[in-house]
């Protein structure tokens, strides 16, 4: 038995190479992809996966659709297999991304036997295992080999994983720049780890919140909802995800001084996701904000915000939040007395 969460720990910290790694790759495959994508005939693009790997794939979603004009959505790998027919009308049209850190999850390799049958147009995946079952069904395989965990909570393997999605989103846009600005995403990582120094040890031993609550909006809700289960599998806390103006219908009802309000801002709805932090703030919540710049938050600023100082575009920096979120889940699980490497009731696939 070694440490409690030395494994998490390790897999955290260690993001910055885990993501060069993976543009690494993307580099050498992206003749290909350019390749496999001049060759569909398509009306649309399904990504899917389950747990972690579903919430990437509403990120992907999004960002996808906004940068390169096709319409995407995420589902959950199941409701393909339960409801495949009416959740693609046209699969002769539809190309299919399958993403799964283990590339084994039954889930998600049922969805890719089903699209198939029912005459999908093509699958391509995004996996941490290149020689996995869903790879090898995949006609084209984005891999984040150095992103393998011991961990059973995904946290390197997610953020490597969706840097894939966004590199796949900046080259099928034709956007080089978006995609060399990509690259400066390693560094910044390390140039926000090394600003953060306590705060999350700080806020994550505070055994006085009792539940989490994580705000984000267009492509940062994926990225709230991966915190939410972040925070569930590591620290076993009450966490919930929404869409910032969402809260106010009804979730607000549960604030109290034991709640804790994360705010994932972006840049296009900063005014008014700042308004609902302050009420919540006023309703007794704590307040973490999470801010590409900390010196926009006017009139009202939180009492305690995380600068990005990436420079890097609104879009292209939603997965910074995450590591430090992270690391928030980590010292609340030790907190507790809990193993962060071994979340409650958990394996790291599920194979039904
Ligand atoms: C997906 C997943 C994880 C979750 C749990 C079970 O696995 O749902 O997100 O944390 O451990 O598996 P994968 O298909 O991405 O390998």
């Given at each position: ?135 090898q069904a995949a ?44 690259r400066r995403l ?91 932090l302050a009420e ?73």
């Amino acid at each position: 038995m070694g440490t409690k969460g030395q494994h998490t720990l390790a897999e955290i910290t260690t993001q910055p190479e885990a993501w060069a790694d993976a543009l690494q790759a993307f580099e050498a495959r992206q003749d290909e992809l350019k390749k496999s994508w001049a060759c569909l005939r398509l009306q649309r693009v399904l990504f899917a996966g389950c747990g972690s790997t579903h919430y990437l794939s509403q990120t992907a979603a999004f960002l996808f659709q906004s940068l390169t004009g096709v319409p995407a959505r995420a589902c959950p790998s199941s409701e393909i297999v339960l409801f495949g027919s009416q959740i693609m009308p046209d699969p002769g049209r539809t190309l299919l991304v399958a993403i799964s850190r283990s590339g084994t999850t039954t889930e998600t390799l049922n969805a890719v036997e089903r699209f198939c049958r029912l005459g999908g147009q093509a699958v391509w995946t995004i996996t941490c295992y290149p020689n996995s079952p869903l790879a090898q069904a995949a006609d084209l395989v984005l891999p984040a080999q150095a992103a393998q965990e011991q961990s059973v909570a995904q946290t390197r393997s997610f953020t490597s994983m969706l840097l894939l999605a966004q590199a796949l989103t900046a080259a099928l846009a034709g956007d080089a720049a978006m995609l060399e600005r990509l690259r400066r995403l390693p560094g910044a990582l390390n140039d926000l780890s090394g600003r953060l120094g306590d705060l999350p040890r700080q806020l994550g031993t505070n055994l006085d919140i009792e539940r989490i609550y994580f705000l984000g909006g267009g492509p940062l809700y994926g990225v709230a909802n991966e915190a939410m289960l972040k925070t569930k599998e590591m620290s076993l806390t009450h966490a919930e995800a929404y869409h910032p103006l969402e809260f106010r219908h009804g979730p607000m009802s549960m604030v109290s001084e034991h709640t804790l309000v994360v705010g994932l801002l972006s840049d296009s709805g900063l005014a008014e996701e700042l308004r609902v932090l302050a009420e919540m703030q006023q309703l007794g919540a704590c307040i973490l904000a999470l801010a590409e710049d900390g010196s926009v938050l006017t009139p009202w600023r939180p009492e305690t915000v995380v600068e990005l100082r990436s420079g890097l575009e609104e879009w292209e920096r939603g997965l910074l939040y995450l590591p430090v979120l992270q690391r928030l889940a980590y010292h609340r699980a030790l907190a507790k007395g809990l193993d962060p490497d071994r979340p409650n009731n958990l394996t790291a696939v599920v194979t039904l």
